[in-house]
């Protein structure tokens, strides 16, 4: 009877074993299977202002403009964007962004990454950016979740003709003064499209010279598909 229940103990415990390795090994091969295969399931899937957005119909915006695609971790993340610009060319700039993968972004350093692409795009218009605000609006037309961040650009040089509609200059310091305030504004959200089964994180930044400008660019992100 003794032996009986060694033998019973030793199978039990020979078959949780059996168990444990099955299910580490199919965890492994998911893991395996998203690493190879996520890449070549993703898609560029540029988000953009339609042309018939009203500031774009009346010709007060143009675009689109540099479109871009690149790649983010061995491919697991598609990047497009799509630039629009007054058609000044001076006073107001606006960059949708699209970020494409197979898990929301949201959990991974979102706001880091918002912050870095503002960052990169102040540095390209000759701007760099002080202490940023986080704000609120509940009345845009635009999905639920989303996240907005503001900045003073604050400019490094008077060359960049984008600031010939702030009246920027350098005084006897060299230090540029600017006659109005130029705004940086970011508004993100995510988005899971469920007939790729793939999520979008939306990145729509603005550089504007003025309110005005702000508000026309606020509209056309509020018609991004």
């Not at 629009?84 to 107001?92: R, W």
């Not at 609006?137 to 400019?155: F, K, M, R, V």
């Amino acid at each position: 009877m003794e032996e009986s229940e060694l033998r019973v103990g030793g199978w039990e415990k020979k078959s949780g074993s059996r168990w444990l390795k099955r299910l580490f090994t199919i965890i492994l091969i998911a893991i395996l299977g998203f690493l190879i295969i996520g890449p070549t399931v993703i898609n560029y899937s540029p988000a953009y202002v339609p042309s018939s957005s009203l500031y774009l119909a009346n010709g007060m915006w143009n675009g689109p403009f540099d479109i871009y695609y690149s790649k983010e971790f061995t491919g697991h993340v598609k990047i497009s964007s799509v630039t629009y610009e007054t058609t000044n060319d001076q006073s107001g700039k606006l960059k949708v962004i699209t970020m494409s993968s197979l898990i929301n972004l949201e959990d991974f350093r979102l706001q880091e990454r918002v912050i870095e692409r503002v960052k990169e795009e102040a540095k390209s218009e000759g701007m760099v950016l002080s202490n940023g605000l986080i704000l609120s609006d509940d009345e845009l037309d635009i999905p639920t979740g989303y996240s907005i961040y503001q900045w003073d650009a604050l400019p490094n040089s008077a060359e960049y003709d984008f600031y010939q509609e702030a009246g920027c200059y350098p005084d006897f310091d060299l230090i540029v003064k600017c006659e109005s305030e130029i705004i940086a504004k970011a508004f993100v959200w995510n988005q899971e499209n469920t007939m790729t089964l793939q999520y979008q994180t939306i990145i729509c930044i603005i550089l504007g010279t003025n309110v005005t400008i702000i508000n026309q660019a606020t509209e056309l992100i509020e018609d991004v598909i």
